[in-house]
């Protein structure tokens, strides 16, 4: 069907789906950069899903020097599509009824010809990169403005495994904030607007903690300074902080010795639990 262009210009390139066109309009993009200075505009016309709109289309186009390239999943009004351009001399490019049909073929299935459909079964792939976004954004206390944006806090101390585990929720779609607590430290005011269901609070026994810091430090080249890996200094701080938690009426869970996964598992059944049936987890 290329072939029919010949070597007539084209001004204008039209871009025709049921759905966004996005994919078809990156398609036409991605080639006409094989032909530089073309002067083309290439035009996405989204929701085409009925003869009368396929008729409008065609009466715009049909007094230009033009084309239409489609990715309409309706065979019917693919078929309607391209007898109207063979009646007004327009040229089409069907870009999804070929892979439709060998598809077809191949499977020995028929295909749902469901419109918008892949955008439909990605929105999880939009939503774990949202959650990404945020959960970056609001790494360590960062931007504690938004903070009631969150599906889940994570309060800790230093070294406790708060971003880790943050990101691990994330990437399963989980809008997560994680705040540092430091003793004498006062915590963001923005966590107060927070429901104190959502905030989940991070125990760690003072030997693991110990353990992390010390690697740490060795990775940083950093002497002893602070008493950051005191034994007795975090001690207090565990000690410290378990008092806070329990003062502020946080949700605590133990992550000593547990891998991301198991303390992951463990927080989002409580969420769930806690909101279950509600829109905004």
Same mark, same amino acid.
């Given at each position: &069907?290329?072939?029919?262009?010949?070597?007539?210009?084209?001004?204008?390139?039209?871009?025709?789906?049921?759905?966004?066109?996005?994919?078809?309009?990156?398609?036409?993009?991605?080639?006409?950069?094989?032909?530089?200075? *073309?002067?083309?505009?290439? !035009?996405?016309?989204?929701?085409?899903?009925?003869?009368?709109?396929?008729? /409008?289309?065609?009466?715009?186009?049909?007094?230009?020097?033009?084309?239409?390239?489609?990715?309409?999943?309706?065979? /019917?009004?693919?078929?309607?599509?391209?007898?109207?351009?063979? /009646?007004?001399?327009?040229?089409?490019?069907?870009? &999804?009824?070929?892979?439709?049909?060998?598809?077809?073929?191949?499977?020995?299935?028929?295909?749902?010809?469901?419109?918008?459909?892949?955008?439909?079964?990605?929105?999880?792939?939009?939503?774990?990169?949202?959650?990404?976004?945020?959960?970056?954004?609001?790494?360590?206390?960062? *931007?504690?403005?938004?903070?009631?944006?969150?599906?889940?806090?994570?309060?800790?101390?230093?070294?406790?495994?708060?971003?880790?585990?943050?990101?691990?929720?994330?990437?399963?779609?989980?809008?997560?904030? *994680?705040?540092?607590? !430091?003793?004498?430290?006062?915590?963001?005011?923005?966590?107060?607007?927070?429901?104190?269901?959502?905030?989940?609070?991070?125990?760690? *026994?003072?030997?693991?903690?110990?353990?992390? #810091?010390? &690697? #740490?430090?060795?990775?940083?080249?950093?002497?002893?300074?602070?008493?950051?890996?005191?034994?007795?200094?975090?001690?207090?701080?565990?000690?410290?902080?378990?008092?806070?938690?329990?003062?502020?009426?946080?949700? &605590?869970?133990?992550?000593?010795?547990?891998?991301?996964?198991?303390?992951?598992?463990?927080?989002?059944?409580?969420?769930?639990?806690?909101?279950?049936?509600?829109?905004?987890?």
């Amino acid at each position: &069907m290329i072939d029919e262009i010949g070597s007539k210009e084209f001004q204008m390139i039209y871009v025709a789906s049921c759905g966004q066109g996005i994919n078809g309009f990156h398609l036409v993009e991605s080639t006409l950069v094989q032909f530089p200075d *073309n002067g083309i505009t290439v !035009v996405k016309v989204p929701h085409i899903r009925t003869e009368s709109q396929v008729d /409008e289309l065609i009466e715009k186009v049909k007094d230009v020097e033009s084309l239409i390239v489609h990715t309409i999943v309706n065979t /019917e009004l693919r078929k309607y599509l391209t007898r109207k351009g063979i /009646e007004y001399r327009i040229v089409t490019i069907d870009l &999804m009824g070929p892979v439709l049909s060998k598809i077809q073929t191949f499977l020995n299935q028929d295909p749902l010809e469901k419109p918008g459909l892949y955008r439909e079964t990605h929105h999880v792939d939009l939503k774990q990169v949202s959650a990404i976004d945020f959960s970056l954004a609001h790494d360590d206390g960062m *931007n504690p403005e938004t903070l009631t944006g969150s599906e889940i806090v994570l309060v800790g101390l230093s070294r406790a495994g708060k971003t880790p585990l943050s990101m691990y929720m994330a990437v399963m779609g989980w809008k997560v904030a *994680n705040i540092p607590f !430091v003793p004498g430290v006062p915590m963001p005011e923005a966590l107060e607007d927070v429901d104190r269901r959502r905030i989940i609070a991070l125990n760690i *026994n003072v030997e693991q903690l110990l353990s992390h #810091r010390k &690697m #740490r430090q060795e990775s940083l080249g950093a002497s002893d300074i602070y008493a950051y890996s005191s034994q007795k200094a975090i001690e207090e701080e565990v000690l410290d902080a378990q008092k806070y938690y329990i003062t502020r009426g946080y949700s &605590m869970i133990n992550v000593s010795s547990k891998p991301i996964e198991t303390s992951a598992e463990e927080i989002i059944e409580m969420i769930t639990r806690r909101f279950r049936g509600q829109a905004h987890l």
